[in-house]
């Protein structure tokens, strides 16, 4: 199976509305979950992660949920704007000692906010 | 800070024809990689370092060579190229997994296989 899952593959919200993506891991150890944006014909950015020890981190209208036990973790976009329309791309790291540098990523979300 | 600087960004070659892929980091990351990006598929890891001298192989290592002399540079080499191998490539780079930090990429390469 894929290491890193993500749903859904588009997601069509309007003006205002809540977008939700999930995504579920494979490595048990995994300990560090980065999100990113990427808009049309740029370089992925980051734009929250969390950690292991903590369930949920907010950054404005952005929020991020970890639940460690079910290996799924969730980005939460509130008051969405047209501006918020790009690619999200989760990501967890697989390995340890020498191979902790390998961080997967999930296919991607195509968000299209609707004014 | 220049930050993760990739060249060229546009390529064009013919199958077969061998090239490198250069990324430069100003930042003193330890962990660097390389990504390519094809629709649908999300950015695939190729290959990575997490230190000068130390690279190791991604989900989709064929084709491509790396090499670590430097913390700085970490160019991709291309050995006889493919249309398979069509895509966006992306370098990144990480002051530390270890202690959880993000990566920062690089603008991408734009490479064609004709």
């Known amino acids: 199976g894929e290491n890193v899952e993500q749903h859904p593959s588009t997601l069509s919200v309007q003006e205002g509305d809540s977008a939700v993506i999930k995504c579920t891991y494979s490595d048990s150890a995994s300990n560090y979950f980065p999100w990113y944006k990427q808009e049309l014909g740029k370089r992925p950015q980051l734009i929250i992660d969390i950690r292991s020890n903590v369930g949920e981190k907010k950054d404005q209208r952005i929020a991020v949920t970890l639940n460690k036990t079910a290996k799924h973790f969730s980005l939460h976009i509130t008051e969405t704007q047209p501006e918020d329309s790009a690619v999200y791309f989760c990501a967890a790291p697989r390995g340890r000692g020498s191979t902790l540098g390998r961080l997967y990523f999930g296919r991607g979300t195509q968000l299209t906010v609707w004014p | 800070n220049a930050g993760v600087t990739q060249t060229p960004k546009f390529q064009v070659l013919k199958t077969g024809q061998s090239m490198t892929l250069q990324c430069a980091q100003d930042m003193n990351h330890e962990y660097m990689s390389w990504y390519r990006q094809d629709p649908g598929m999300g950015l695939r890891l190729i290959h990575y370092?997490?230190?000068?001298?130390?690279?190791d192989q991604g989900e989709v290592p064929n084709g491509y060579n790396v090499s670590r002399s430097t913390t700085e540079d970490f160019p991709l080499r291309l050995l006889s190229a493919a249309p398979s191998q069509t895509s966006v490539y992306f370098c990144?780079?990480?002051?530390?997994?270890?202690?959880?930090?993000?990566?920062?990429f690089g603008s991408g390469t734009r490479l064609t296989v004709v």
């Open positions: 370092s997490v230190g000068a001298g130390i690279t």
């Open positions: 990144a780079s990480s002051y530390s997994l270890q202690g959880n930090y993000g990566y920062t």
